[in-house]
């Protein structure tokens, strides 16, 4: 149920004017077969990133 | 044979040592003076401040490492630098001062040919009252500056949830204790493996926890925050940083200059001008960063700290120190090759450089408070100055040439920052971000600064295991074990 990841914020608090994930989100944030597909990809970003850094 | 001195053997210091070493085999030596016995992944400390990983899965000693290495180690702490020599040596040297070999007090001149200063900084926790004395840290507050600190506060958060277990309920205070602070990441990975654990433990209902810092909005992390594409849009780095502190439960209290540290509270003033004060049980509060004080000489012995070092105590090198407004700052303003502007066989590598003005935009609070994070130069682009400045040293001193020949500037690389925010094989957090440059360009990348495509964030457990895997591979590359020079900086 989408209320109940939002239960905790209050009105008119800083915390109620940011975006806060669903279910959805946090289930493929720790769902293994997809990350192992994004350690993949962070591995690459940063290896782009480091060979771009060196001079 | 001429002789390179590497002051320091932090990430930068001791990256420059190892290649030093390699390159430069028997044909040259290698000095490094550091006043520790040990090398610590500092990135790591935060997992041994709440108890998941030990001081010695974060540190080793350096004795054997460097004696593989054939360089020759004093651990020792610089003092001073003489580059034109003085009336008695014709040669430059440093003067340290001896914290162990059991030499512990006594000082010593050593001559260099070049010189790399890759100090780090000085902890000045004495910058804050209350906060502690010196580079002492105080007595109401911990620390994950310092292995030893992380152990500490480690034994200080487990008495917390004990307490919590017993139904009592605890107000955590994690952030910066003042308001011209670096290092925020350290901070947010904190509070956020703080609140990992609390869940773990069952307790996490009975924490209040709340988040301090000098930034002007959550997510500018010293760097005027970034711009990340999400969801085809690109987002600051405010909205990305709100969200998880948002869905943490967490509170924040942002553009704040801690003034006061006393038992269980914490005076502040933020940028609007106001003052408050915030109580706590439990509370690291990162302390500012400043040089490590060593003093220059002349040839005469007269007192040249202000032509070699900065008024902050960091090293001059080949950045454009005239004071200009912010709209002013160009990428072109950092510098490349680091090398000494008038002593040309003097570099700086890491946190020791003094950088030309702050990344983030300068704020001052309405009573003339400054309240502006620092840049941070920790991590990946320390290595990388450490390495770059010493190859353009290994170059000039086999004569191949007279100018440095190697850059890493800071408005030219990129940096990549996992931030944990819990640990745990199937249940752990972090979130990854790449970010290029670093200091953000607006000639080259109008609108944002940066590249939008090399400027990257996510949080999941894919970033837990790269944090993880960078853990290993640096301790493997720093213990200089085989294949180390393969592992990137």
Request: charged content about 20%; glycine content about 10%.
């Amino acid at each position: 149920m989408a209320r109940e990841h939002v239960k905790h914020i209050e009105s008119y608090t800083p915390q109620a004017g940011t975006m806060i994930p669903l279910g959805t989100q946090k289930f493929m944030r720790t769902c293994v077969l997809w990350q192992l597909i994004r350690f993949v990809a962070i591995n690459i970003k940063m290896t782009i990133l480091i060979v771009k850094s060196h001079h | 044979m001429a002789r390179l001195v590497i002051l320091g053997a932090g990430v930068a210091g001791h990256t420059a040592a190892s290649f030093a070493a390699k390159w430069l085999g028997k044909k040259h030596e290698v000095v490094v003076v550091t006043p520790n016995s040990k090398w610590n992944w500092i990135p790591s400390n935060i997992w041994v401040g709440v108890g998941e990983m030990n001081k010695k899965d974060v540190t080793f000693d350096l004795a054997p490492i460097y004696k593989k290495a054939k360089v020759d180690y004093r651990q020792a702490k610089a003092v001073s630098i003489n580059p034109e020599g003085s009336e008695s040596k014709s040669k430059a040297f440093v003067t340290v001062e001896y914290t162990g070999q059991g030499k512990e007090g006594t000082s010593e001149e050593i001559e260099y040919d070049y010189l790399i200063n890759a100090t780090g900084p000085k902890l000045n926790f004495g910058a804050t009252p209350g906060l502690g004395e010196g580079t002492t840290m105080g007595e109401h507050t911990v620390s994950v500056c310092t292995a030893d600190h992380a152990v500490h506060a480690a034994h200080v958060l487990d008495e917390k949830i004990a307490k919590m277990k017993n139904g009592e309920e605890q107000t955590f205070l994690i952030g910066t204790g003042h308001g011209m602070c670096t290092c925020q990441g350290a901070a947010f990975e904190y509070i956020f493996n703080i609140e990992h654990k609390l869940r773990n433990e069952g307790v996490r209902d009975k924490a209040k926890m709340i988040w301090i810092s000098n930034e002007s909005f959550l997510g500018d992390f010293g760097m005027g925050g970034m711009h990340i594409k999400m969801g085809g849009y690109v987002a600051s780095s405010k909205i990305f940083a709100e969200s998880i502190y948002a869905e943490r439960g967490l509170e924040w209290i942002i553009g704040a200059h801690v003034n006061k540290v006393e038992a269980g509270k914490v005076t502040y003033e933020t940028l609007d001008g106001e003052t408050g004060e915030q109580e706590f049980d439990f509370a690291m509060l990162i302390p500012p960063f400043a040089g490590v004080g060593m003093k220059a000489y002349g040839k005469d012995g007269s007192d040249i700290t202000d032509v070699v070092f900065a008024a902050n105590g960091m090293m001059k090198v080949d950045a454009d120190y005239t004071p200009k407004d912010y709209r002013d700052w160009r990428a072109s303003d950092w510098p490349r090759t680091l090398q000494n502007p008038t002593y040309k066989n003097i570099f700086a590598a890491g946190i020791a450089f003094a950088p030309p003005h702050p990344i983030s935009k300068p704020m001052k609070s309405k009573n003339g408070t400054p309240i502006t994070p620092t840049p941070p130069r920790t991590g990946m682009p320390s290595a990388m100055m450490g390495k770059a400045v010493t190859q353009s040293i290994v170059d000039m001193m086999n004569g191949k040439t007279s100018e440095p020949t190697h850059t890493a500037c800071m408005s030219e690389m990129g940096a990549a920052c996992v931030a944990s925010a819990g640990k745990g094989l199937f249940s752990g957090t972090a979130a990854a971000m790449t970010v290029f440059p670093v200091v953000p360009d607006f000639e080259k990348y109008p609108g944002t600064g940066r590249d939008i495509n090399g400027t990257t964030g996510e949080i999941g457990l894919a970033a837990h295991w790269v944090k993880h895997l960078l853990h290993h591979a640096f301790l493997w590359k720093a213990k200089l074990k085989p294949g180390w020079a393969l592992i990137p900086e």
